[in-house]
């Protein structure tokens, strides 16, 4: 005959199990298919590891770098590159019909975000009061002495605050200020530069052709933003 002990310990592991094979917290992780480098994680329960080919990522993690480069493949193909120093989180994961919604909050140092063209996932990114929402775009983000972007597929809406306060093109260089102010936009910048932060296969090569086409498009003019006369090269 069971004791009460017992059959309490019974109820929990069938309650554990339940749980922790529902959808609802299947979907706050998705697997890693492979790792380049060191990537370091430390979780909502104050684990410390390090990513391998067949882990998962969820929601809390938070994910950082050392004195490498280093890269990670999700399940749905998506490509996440970090430089030696950098650190992000997962803020939030779900899976909707089929398909992933990702946040991830970016901390420091350098970050691209390599998407499939045929992705249906969609993701959402926080760095500091800015942020994108449900892009499909490959996007750099690099937070050092200054906070920069570049937008390596169509139109994206930057947030600032939860307001859209600019349209960012294909293949434009923002140089953004923590007040919401765009201190810098145009198309000058060196791809090979950018490239050599993170490991090969990261970036994307840019087209003399993509460059020009993007280049002429360029405009030097005045916006009035947040009571501030800003200046510089824009899109029109």
Same mark, same amino acid.
Request: charged share 20%; net charge positive.
């Given at each position: 005959m069971n004791s009460p002990f017992q059959i309490k310990r019974i /109820? &929990?592991?069938?309650?554990?199990? /339940? &749980?922790f094979n529902t959808p609802s917290f299947s979907s706050s992780k998705i697997d890693v298919t492979k790792v380049n480098n060191d990537i370091f994680i430390l979780d909502i329960y104050g684990?410390?590891?390090?990513?391998?080919?067949?882990? +998962?990522? *969820?929601i809390?993690?938070?994910?950082?770098?050392?004195?490498?480069?280093?890269?990670?493949?999700l399940k749905n193909k998506s490509k996440i590159c970090l430089s030696p120093n950098s650190s992000l989180k997962v803020s939030d994961l779900n899976f909707v019909k089929q398909n992933y919604e990702i946040t991830f909050e970016f901390i420091n140092g350098n970050l691209f975000l390599k998407i499939p063209n045929n992705s249906s996932d969609k993701y959402n990114i926080n760095f500091f009061s800015y942020s994108f929402k449900k892009f499909k775009n490959n996007v750099f983000l690099s937070k050092n002495n200054e906070l920069e972007l570049i937008n390596y597929g169509s139109n994206l809406d930057l947030f600032f605050k939860?307001?859209?306060?600019?349209?960012?093109?294909?293949?434009?260089? &923002?140089? =953004?200020?923590?007040? @919401?102010?765009?201190? %810098?936009? $145009?198309?000058? &910048?060196? $791809?090979?530069?950018?490239?050599n932060k993170f490991l090969e296969g990261c970036i994307p090569s840019? +087209?003399?052709?993509?460059?020009? %086409?993007?280049? $002429? *498009? =360029?405009?030097?003019?005045?916006?009035?933003?947040? @009571?501030?006369?800003?200046c510089g090269n824009r899109y029109k």
């Open positions: /109820v &929990f592991l069938l309650l554990s199990f /339940v &749980f684990k410390r590891f390090n990513l391998k080919n067949a882990d +998962s990522i *969820k809390g993690d938070f994910l950082k770098t050392k004195n490498l480069p280093a890269s990670f493949v939860e307001k859209v306060i600019r349209k960012v093109s294909p293949f434009a260089y &923002f140089k =953004l200020s923590k007040s @919401g102010n765009i201190i %810098n936009t $145009n198309t000058n &910048f060196n $791809n090979d530069n950018i490239s840019i +087209s003399k052709t993509e460059n020009k %086409n993007n280049s $002429n *498009k =360029l405009q030097y003019s005045c916006i009035t933003q947040n @009571g501030k006369l800003v």
